[in-house]
């Protein structure tokens, strides 16, 4: 099925570690995003794009980096994993070609760090 | 500064009773759009129900509907005929047709329907 695909579903990191979060669409969307959702809490933007090759910081980018050098892949990094960032992380990609947007999310991702 | 807020930290219903769940937000941009979320105990982020700024209507999706009040800056989602699989956190979120296009949710409303 058409959607939103993120690796890994979980993860636990030492503090200090560094991982990659990959997340793929395949509706030719134009905007991806980054999320955390912290417990009892909504979605916090992280970092986000508007097209291929472009990046831009949501509310919250302080220690991670993002990449989109393909149109359907946006990576979010971790360098330098901090016990703070344990939270589960949301992908979502929209389109301006529908009305609604058409904001899909991806299942998320668990990472504890430790 | 654009935010979404939601007071109802939680809720509690009668099944095949209707539930309001508030929803207020602030911006001065003209155009903008609101949605609401449903996220399961799983996890998953399931749309229910999308408000444009310039609909004349209010927007209907089977058992739900979006109230919008323009004018008072709320858009409060109503569930009717509440079922058990209902129970879940609801998020309010908006999205401003200017600069990022990102969705700003709410804190979020727990819903729990009882038999």
């Known amino acids: 099925n058409a959607g939103v695909t993120q690796t890994p579903k979980f993860r636990v990191l030492k503090t200090g570690q560094s991982m990659t979060l990959l997340c793929a669409q395949d509706?030719?969307?134009?905007?991806m995003y980054w999320y955390r959702q912290d417990p009892g809490m909504g979605l916090r933007l992280i970092h986000y794009s508007v097209g291929e090759g472009t990046t831009a910081k949501g509310e919250v980018p302080d220690g991670y980096n993002v990449s989109r050098l393909k149109k359907q892949n946006f990576l979010l990094g971790l360098e330098s994993a901090a016990p703070s960032q344990t939270s589960v992380y949301f992908c979502?990609?929209?389109?301006?070609?529908?009305?609604?947007?058409?904001?899909?999310f991806g299942s998320g991702t668990r990472l504890t760090v430790v | 500064a654009q935010k979404i807020t939601q007071t109802q930290p939680g809720m509690f219903v009668q099944e095949k009773e209707a539930v309001t769940l508030d929803c207020t937000y602030d911006?001065?941009?003209?155009?903008?759009?609101l949605f609401w979320y449903k996220q399961p105990s799983s996890g998953e982020m399931i749309f229910l129900i999308y408000q444009g700024s310039y609909d004349q209507q209010n927007a209907t999706e089977g058992r739900y509907s979006l109230n919008f009040q323009k004018a008072r800056k709320s858009a409060n989602l109503v569930i009717s005929a509440s079922q058990l699989g209902d129970s879940a956190m609801y998020f309010c979120?908006?999205?401003?047709?200017?600069?990022?296009?990102?969705?700003?949710f709410g804190s979020g409303t727990r819903l729990q329907v009882q038999p």
């Open positions: 979120a908006m999205r401003f047709d200017t600069g990022r296009r990102a969705l700003t």
């Open positions: 911006t001065s941009d003209p155009s903008y759009g």
């Open positions: 979502a990609s929209s389109t301006h070609r529908t009305v609604n947007y058409g904001y899909t």
């Open positions: 509706m030719n969307h134009e905007y």
